[in-house]
Structure formats: structure tokens, C-alpha cells
């Protein structure tokens, strides 16, 4: 049973969330443009005076490890580990498209009818391609993640037999290519939040999943590439 602070930075959500014993107290977050370093320390400040606590109180600090937005992931998961080094506290590592999908699965709107079906979680990762993984009703990954180019024979082999649940910032330019399959169901307004990583980082720091706060970098799925600056006229 733990006091944890939350993050999440892997798209335009600023997210940061504070739990007890998997319990939330206290969540702050913006989602519209790429602000994570000018809110990101602001937000935790936030929480921590909401719950009424110190920030040397908390168990441990959790961060979404992506995969999501190069520049985003860095900002989190630095932050994350140097809160740890100054409090001395353990680091988590939450996969960012499992807690997006439990944020659905648990959902009773979904929940109840969904026994058996798949939930495939998806982030915008630029044109036809997108950073996606599928998991059942009780969060169990079934399909590794994968940044994959969609097409109209995308997940074929499992839409033939059930229905699947496609979400996030990836899925809405999905659905013209997908929604002819009867099987395939697309939920709009799904993004990642840290209030959706309690029950995860809660069960990670029971478990003692905790990462070398030295060494530990997020999971990027693709090599960054900048881009190149255009050259004045």
C-alpha cells in the first residue's frame, strides 16, 4: 500500500495524478498543445497541495513510459527520475498504451458487454501510422506493441471473429479504413491520463517493479528523427 505520484507526458496530455493505496486524492491535467515542460512541475505542485501531504510523503513516483512523443517522454520520465533521485524514492514504469486500454475495459459502459472482446489502444505516430497494441477484458496484452501502417486489412485475422474496440489519438484516422468491418467499434474523447495508471503503478510497487532510476529511458518504439530546418529565402 503506497502514496504515489503519477505521470503522464507521452502526447498533448499533461497529466499528473496522486493515489493512496490505489485510491485517487488528487489529479491535474491540460491536454492541447505540448506544454509538458512549462506545467509539468506546476501540476505536481498542485496535486500535492490538494491531498494536503508533502511531496517527501510520497512511496514513489510513477511515470507512462510510452511509446508517444519523443520530446514528451523525455520531459516525464526526467522529471520522474529526478524526483526520485532527491527524495530517494523508487521510479515505476507504466506502458502507456496498457493504462490507456484499462481506462476503457474498466469503464462500466464498456465493461459489462465487453467480456469477450479486444481493446486495441492507438497513438498518432504521423500518416497511416500509429503505435498500437491489443488487449482482452482483464488487461492481458494478446498482441505485442507495434507501430503499424493501417490499411483495410489491418487486424483482419482477429475482426473476423470478435469485436474490437479502437481508441486514442491514432484511431480516428483508422476508422475510414476499418468501421466497414461490423466488428470493428470506434470510441472517440480517449486519451491517456494519469488518474487511469493507479491500480497499475499501485500493483507495480507491491510487486517491487521498480526501474534503475540511472539507467532507466522510456520506451521510445522508433528511433527519434529530427527534422531538418528549412533553409531562409
Given at each position: 500500500?503506497?502514496?504515489?505520484?503519477?505521470?503522464?507526458?507521452?502526447?498533448?496530455?499533461?497529466?499528473?495524478?496522486?493515489?493512496?493505496?490505489?485510491?485517487?486524492?488528487?489529479?491535474?491535467?491540460?491536454?492541447?498543445?505540448?506544454?509538458?515542460?512549462?506545467?509539468?512541475?506546476?501540476?505536481?505542485?498542485?496535486?500535492?497541495?490538494?491531498?494536503?501531504?508533502?511531496?517527501?510523503?510520497?512511496?514513489?513516483?510513477?511515470?507512462?513510459?510510452?511509446?508517444?512523443?519523443?520530446?514528451?517522454?523525455?520531459?516525464?520520465?526526467?522529471?520522474?527520475?529526478?524526483?526520485?533521485?532527491?527524495?530517494?524514492?523508487?521510479?515505476?514504469?507504466?506502458?502507456?498504451?496498457?493504462?490507456?486500454?484499462?481506462?476503457?475495459?474498466?469503464?462500466?459502459?464498456?465493461?459489462?458487454?465487453?467480456?469477450?472482446?479486444?481493446?486495441?489502444?492507438?497513438?498518432?505516430?504521423?500518416?497511416?501510422?500509429?503505435?498500437?497494441?491489443?488487449?482482452?477484458?482483464l488487461?492481458?496484452?494478446?498482441?505485442?506493441?507495434?507501430?503499424?501502417?493501417?490499411?483495410?486489412?489491418?487486424?483482419s485475422?482477429?475482426?473476423?471473429?470478435?469485436?474490437?474496440?479502437?481508441?486514442?489519438?491514432g484511431?480516428?484516422?483508422?476508422?475510414?479504413?476499418?468501421?466497414?468491418?461490423?466488428?470493428?467499434?470506434?470510441?472517440?474523447?480517449?486519451?491517456?491520463?494519469?488518474?487511469?495508471?493507479?491500480?497499475?503503478?499501485?500493483?507495480?510497487?507491491?510487486?517491487?517493479?521498480?526501474?534503475?532510476?540511472?539507467?532507466?529511458?522510456?520506451?521510445?518504439?522508433?528511433?527519434?528523427?529530427?527534422?531538418?530546418?528549412?533553409?531562409?529565402?
Amino acid at each position: 500500500m503506497a502514496l504515489i505520484l503519477n505521470l503522464e507526458t507521452s502526447t498533448t496530455v499533461c497529466s499528473v495524478s496522486l493515489a493512496k493505496d490505489g485510491r485517487l486524492l488528487a489529479v491535474k491535467e491540460q491536454n492541447g498543445d505540448y506544454s509538458h515542460a512549462e506545467n509539468l512541475t506546476l501540476f505536481i505542485e498542485d496535486v500535492i497541495q490538494q491531498a494536503d501531504v508533502k511531496l517527501s510523503d510520497v512511496d514513489a513516483i510513477a511515470v507512462s513510459k510510452g511509446p508517444g512523443s519523443y520530446t514528451g517522454l523525455r520531459i516525464g520520465v526526467s522529471t520522474a527520475k529526478g524526483l526520485c533521485y532527491s527524495l530517494n524514492k523508487p521510479l515505476l514504469a507504466i506502458s502507456t498504451l496498457q493504462h490507456i486500454s484499462l481506462s476503457v475495459s474498466e469503464d462500466p459502459q464498456y465493461k459489462s458487454s465487453a467480456l469477450n472482446s479486444l481493446f486495441c489502444p492507438m497513438l498518432d505516430a504521423r500518416r497511416m501510422e500509429v503505435y498500437c497494441a491489443m488487449f482482452d477484458s482483464l488487461n492481458n496484452e494478446i498482441r505485442p506493441i507495434t507501430a503499424e501502417i493501417v490499411d483495410e486489412h489491418s487486424f483482419s485475422d482477429l475482426l473476423n471473429n470478435q469485436v474490437i474496440y479502437f481508441f486514442g489519438d491514432g484511431a480516428a484516422k483508422c476508422k475510414s479504413v476499418l468501421s466497414a468491418n461490423e466488428n470493428a467499434i470506434f470510441i472517440d474523447d480517449i486519451f491517456p491520463s494519469a488518474k487511469n495508471m493507479l491500480s497499475l503503478s499501485e500493483q507495480a510497487f507491491v510487486n517491487k517493479e521498480f526501474e534503475d532510476v540511472a539507467y532507466f529511458e522510456p520506451f521510445y518504439l522508433k528511433d527519434f528523427v529530427a527534422g531538418k530546418k528549412k533553409a531562409n529565402p
